[in-house]
């Protein structure tokens, strides 16, 4: 008799992931761009430049 059994490792384990799953879930519904919108900026165009017409 060991002083902790394999089934508290278990749900020690089982506890971690499913608390892992809904962190990332809850964070990924309540941003707007998803998970990828925070790491990947998105693409944006340079401004046209105009020539100088002031002469």
Do not use: C
Not at 3 to 19: E, P
Not at 43 to 55: F, I, K, Q, S, V
Request: charged content about 20%.
């Amino acid at each position: 008799m060991g002083l902790f059994k394999s089934d508290l490792y278990r749900s020690f384990g089982l506890g971690f992931v499913l608390g892992a799953v809904l962190l990332v879930g809850s964070v990924w519904a309540q941003s707007e761009d998803g998970i990828s919108g925070k790491v990947i900026p998105k693409a944006e165009a340079a401004a046209p430049t105009l020539p100088d017409r002031t002469r």
